[in-house]
C-alpha cells in the first residue's frame, strides 16, 4: 500500500483507466449538499489566484482508494475505485465542463490541457477506452454520453438529460461559463481556474496492489465513529500551522486555546442544526470578520482560507485575537444567564436574543465590540442599539427573519474599515434604505396601528413578550437611576382577567366582544413578582388592584394606582402609552417611516363568529353544512352566543366544530363549513374585515401567513397540504405565495413530490438565493432533489402549528 496527497494533475495525468466496479452504489451527489460547495470550493482559489498570481492557494478533497488490477490486459495501467467514486466522478464531470466552456469561448489551450485530465489520448492502431473514469454500473452510460458529447453540449437534448451525472455536468457548465463571463480578462480568469482546479485541490491516493485486502482498507475509513465538529476541525489545523511557525504549541495549547471547557461543548441549537458552543462562536467569528453568512457546515473550510489568504497574521497572532474575542463572548453569554446581574449593552442584546430566539446580532456585536477595532463603547453601544431596533420592531410586526442574516453581513462587510466616527451615520443609513417586505425598518406608525388591537399574549412567544415588558420596565426604572428588574421569568398577568365573566361582567353581545378583544392585548398586561392565585386574578378590579400594591414593586404597575376602574378604555390607553414606551426603546431615525415598495395588503384583527351575528352578517339559527368531499353532508348550526352546534354538543369555533365533524382531524372551520348559499364562513368573514359590498369577497390568507411563519425549520411542505389547510386550491396559492411579500419561508413549499416548483419564483426580485440551499441548510434531506417525507408536514399537521385564530 502506498499513500500520497496528490493534485488532479498527479492523479489524472497519465493514460489509464479508474473502473467504478459493478457493486458500487450509483452516483448520489447533488447540488445542494456538494457540487454547490466544490464550486464555491474552487472558484474561491480561483479568485485567490486572480488577486495573486504569486500564491499558490489549496484545498482538501478527501480519500480515494485504488487497487491494481489482477492480471491487466493492454497497454493502458487500470485499477479499481475502491472507495471515493463520488468525488473523483464530480471531479471529472467538473474539469469536463470547463473544458468544455473554456472550448465554447475560443479557450483551446485550455480546453485542451484540462482535457489531458479526463481523456485518454487515442493511439494509431490500438483501441482503447477514451475515458479516464469508467463506470461499469447503471450510471456508465449517461457519463459516457455526457463526457464525449459534442460541444456546445445541449444537456437537455442528451439521451440521459434527466440523469444526475447529466446534470452535474449542466450545472458546472453554468457556474463556470456565468464566473468566466465576457470581460476583458477571460483569458486570466480561464488560467486562474485551471490552475486551482488542476494543481489547486489536493486528494489523499491509497494505492493497494492487487492481492491487498481492499475491503479492510474501506471498512477503516468508513467505521461510524463520532464526527468531528468543525471546532475540532479548525482546532487540528491551528495546532499544526504553530507548529510549523515554531511556536510553543504546549503553551500555546494551555494558556491561549480558549475552548477547553463544559462552556464551549454544550450542545445548542440553531434552527434545525445542533452543534458545539464553539463551533457556534467560530462560525460567527468568522462572519464578524469577513461579512458573510457563513453556514454551520462550512466553517471549517471558510476558517482555513480565510487564514491561508485574508487574515494577514500568523497562526500565533491569530489565536491570541480569537482567544480575546472568546472571553468577551463567554463573558456576555454567562452575564446574560444571571438574574440579576446589571448587564452591559452587549450583555442585553445576548440576552434578548435567546429570549427572542434569534442568533442573528452575534456577528454584529462580535465585530462591533473587536478590541482590535478600538471602535469607542458609545459607538458600538448606539450601533448595536439600532440594529436591535430594527430587528424587535420587525418581531413586534411578527414579519420574517429569514433575509436579516444577509443584511448584517452585508452592514460588516460594508463598515468593517469604516472610521468610528462615521459608523452610526453609515449604518443608519444601511438600515433606513432597506424597502422590501422581506428586510425593512419598520415606523412609529405602522407599529402603534399594529399593537393597538394586537392580541399580543397569544401572538408573541412568552420569553419574547416578557423581555418587551421588562425592557419597558428597565426604561422607567433608568429613570430613577434603579438597577435593572431581574430577570426571573416572573409571570405575565392579565389585569382584566381571561375568565373575566363572573366578576367583570357586561350586558351585551357588542360589549361582551369589545371586552374579549381587549383581554389579551398589551395594555392588559403586565409582570408582577409573584403570581396571583386564581382568585384575585379572577376577582373584582378593587381585590386586584389591592394585592398588587401591597405584593409587587414593579415601576410598571404604578399606573394602576389611579386607575379607579379597569375597563376597555383604561385598556386602550395604556396600549398607547406602552407602545410609546417601547418605541423610545426601539426608536427609528427621525422622520423614518418605515416605506416598502408594493407593500401588502395588512390583514384585520382575527373575527370570530359572534362578530358576524352583531354586525348582521348571520343570523343565529344559520344552518351550515360541510364542504363537499369525503366530510359532505355534516350540518352545524349557529348559536345566538356565536358559537356552533354540532350533535348537540356546543363548540367556541368553527374548527373546535369541524375537529368533532372529522372525528379527531384538526381543520380550518372557515373553510370546512358553509353556507346554504355555497359561500364559506371565510367569505363572510372577509366581508366582515372590510371588502366592499359590490364586489366578491377576496381570498383571506391570513392563515395561511399564519401557517407559514409558524413552518418550522427543517420540514417542508406541499402546495397541495398548504391549499387543503386553509381551503383554496394550489395553483392560486401557489401564485399568491410567488407574488406576495408577507409570505414566510416560501422555499419550505414545495410540489406534491417534494421537488422545488419549476416556476418558483421570490416577491423579491433581487433575490438569487437557490431554494434547495436553503433548505439543505436548514436540515432537510434531499435526494436527487427531492425532500424526504418523513420532513413532510400534512394538512392536518400544518392547522396544530399555530393556535386557532378563530
Known amino acids: 500500500m502506498k499513500t500520497d496527497v496528490l493534485t488532479p494533475q498527479a492523479v489524472f495525468y497519465l493514460p489509464q483507466h479508474l473502473v467504478v466496479p459493478l457493486f458500487q452504489r450509483p452516483y448520489v451527489w447533488d447540488e445542494a449538499e456538494q457540487w454547490l460547495p466544490l464550486w464555491q470550493d474552487i472558484s474561491r482559489l480561483a479568485e485567490l489566484r486572480l488577486h495573486n498570481p504569486y500564491s499558490q492557494p489549496t484545498h482538501f478533497l478527501g480519500a480515494v482508494v485504488l487497487q491494481a488490477l489482477d492480471g491487466q490486459q493492454g ?102 461559463d456565468d464566473w468566466l463571463g465576457d470581460a476583458d480578462d477571460v483569458r486570466a480568469r480561464a488560467d486562474a481556474l485551471t490552475q486551482s482546479v488542476s494543481q489547486g485541490l489536493q486528494l489523499v491516493v491509497i494505492d ?26 479548525i482546532k487540528n489545523f491551528v495546532f499544526q500551522r504553530l507548529e510549523a511557525e515554531g511556536a510553543d504549541t504546549r503553551r500555546a495549547y494551555a494558556e491561549d486555546w480558549p475552548f477547553e471547557s463544559k462552556f464551549w461543548e454544550q450542545e445548542v441549537s440553531v434552527g434545525r442544526y445542533t452543534m458545539s458552543r464553539s463551533s457556534l462562536f467560530l462560525s460567527q467569528w468568522l462572519g464578524s470578520r469577513l461579512g458573510e453568512e457563513v453556514s454551520p457546515r462550512q466553517t471549517f473550510v471558510r476558517f482555513k482560507t480565510y487564514v491561508d489568504y485574508e487574515a494577514g497574521m500568523n497562526m500565533s497572532e491569530l489565536l491570541l485575537a480569537i482567544k480575546a474575542q472568546a472571553e468577551l463572548y463567554r463573558t456576555w453569554n454567562e452575564h446574560a444567564a444571571e438574574s440579576s446581574h446589571i448587564l452591559t449593552r452587549p450583555e442585553i442584546a445576548f440576552y434578548r436574543m435567546t429570549a427572542g430566539g434569534v442568533e442573528l446580532l452575534k456577528p454584529a456585536i462580535i465585530w462591533l465590540y473587536d478590541p482590535t477595532l478600538s471602535i469607542p463603547s458609545t459607538i458600538a453601544d448606539e450601533v448595536l442599539g439600532m440594529l436591535e431596533s430594527w430587528v424587535v420592531r420587525r418581531q413586534i410586526l411578527r414579519l420574517t427573519s429569514a433575509d436579516l442574516g444577509r443584511i448584517v453581513a452585508d452592514i460588516i462587510k460594508s463598515n468593517r474599515v469604516t472610521p468610528a466616527a462615521e459608523l452610526v451615520a453609515s449604518v443608519r443609513h444601511h438600515l433606513s434604505r432597506l424597502n422590501v417586505a422581506s428586510n425593512y425598518w419598520p415606523g412609529d406608525d405602522e407599529v402603534r396601528e399594529h399593537l393597538r388591537t394586537e392580541q399580543a399574549y397569544r401572538r408573541y412567544p412568552r420569553g419574547r413578550m416578557r423581555f418587551f415588558l421588562e425592557a419597558i420596565e428597565d426604561h422607567l426604572r433608568a429613570k430613577y ?40 392585548r398589551i395594555g392588559n398586561l403586565s409582570l408582577l413578582t409573584s403570581s396571583l392565585n386564581s382568585t384575585i386574578s379572577n376577582g373584582p378590579w378593587s381585590t386586584k388592584r389591592e394585592r398588587i400594591f401591597a405584593n409587587d414593586v414593579m415601576l410598571l404597575n404604578r399606573y394602576f394606582r389611579d386607575a379607579e376602574g379597569w375597563d376597555e378604555a383604561a385598556i386602550d390607553q395604556r396600549t398607547a402609552l406602552l407602545t410609546d414606551l417601547l418605541l423610545q426603546i426601539w426608536p427609528v431615525p427621525e422622520g423614518h417611516a418605515g416605506s416598502i415598495s408594493d407593500a401588502p395588503a395588512k390583514e384585520n384583527a382575527w373575527v370570530e363568529v359572534k362578530h358576524l351575528l352583531a354586525a348582521g352578517l348571520l343570523e343565529a339559527g344559520t344552518v351550515l353544512s360541510s364542504r363537499p368531499g369525503r366530510w359532505e353532508g355534516i350540518e352545524a348550526t349557529v348559536l345566538p352566543d356565536g358559537q356552533i352546534g354540532v350533535d348537540g354538543k356546543t363548540y367556541t369555533s368553527p374548527s373546535s366544530a369541524g375537529y368533532h365533524a372529522k372525528g379527531g382531524r384538526a381543520t380550518n372551520g372557515w373553510t370546512f363549513w358553509q353556507l346554504a348559499d355555497g359561500r364559506r364562513l371565510a367569505d363572510v368573514r372577509a366581508q366582515y374585515r372590510g371588502d366592499k359590498a359590490d364586489k366578491p369577497a377576496g381570498f383571506d390568507w391570513s392563515r395561511l401567513h399564519e401557517i407559514l411563519a409558524a413552518l418550522p425549520a427543517g420540514t417542508w411542505t406541499s402546495y397541495s397540504d398548504l391549499a387543503d389547510a386553509i381551503g383554496t386550491a394550489p395553483q392560486p396559492l401557489g401564485t399568491h405565495i410567488t407574488r406576495c411579500q408577507q409570505c414566510s419561508y416560501p422555499w419550505r413549499v414545495l410540489t406534491s413530490d417534494g421537488r422545488v416548483a419549476a416556476g418558483f419564483a421570490w416577491s423579491d426580485p433581487n433575490d438569487d438565493r437557490k431554494p434547495a440551499d436553503l433548505l439543505v441548510e436548514e436540515g432537510v434531506r434531499l435526494v436527487d432533489g427531492v425532500a424526504d417525507g418523513e420532513q413532510r408536514l400534512d394538512s392536518e399537521a400544518l392547522t396544530t402549528l399555530i393556535e386557532d385564530a378563530d
Open 75 to 176: 497497454t493502458v495501467p487500470a485499477k479499481n475505485v475502491i472507495d471515493g467514486q463520488q468525488r473523483l466522478t464530480t471531479l471529472q464531470l467538473f474539469i469536463d465542463a470547463a473544458a468544455a466552456v473554456f472550448e465554447s469561448h475560443g479557450l483551446d489551450g485550455h480546453a485542451e490541457q484540462l482535457a489531458a485530465l479526463t481523456h485518454n489520448p487515442g493511439r494509431a492502431g490500438v483501441i482503447e477506452a477514451s475515458l479516464k473514469l469508467a463506470h461499469t454500473n447503471q450510471d456508465g452510460d449517461a457519463f459516457l454520453e455526457v463526457m464525449d458529447a459534442e460541444v456546445p453540449v445541449v444537456h437537455e437534448s442528451l439521451k440521459h438529460a434527466g440523469s444526475r451525472i447529466t446534470r452535474a455536468h449542466a450545472y458546472f457548465v453554468g457556474r463556470i
Open 481 to 520: 437611576d434603579y438597577p435593572q428588574v431581574p430577570r426571573l421569568g416572573y409571570p405575565i398577568e392579565h389585569v382584566l382577567p381571561q375568565k373575566w365573566e363572573a366578576s367583570w361582567a357586561v350586558s351585551g353581545l357588542e360589549a361582551e366582544l369589545a371586552r374579549s378583544e381587549h383581554v389579551h
Open 208 to 233: 493497494l496492489l492487487a492481492q491487498e485486502n481492499s475491503q479492510e482498507i474501506f471498512e477503516t475509513l468508513n467505521a461510524r465513529g463520532t464526527p468531528l465538529t468543525a471546532a475540532d476541525l
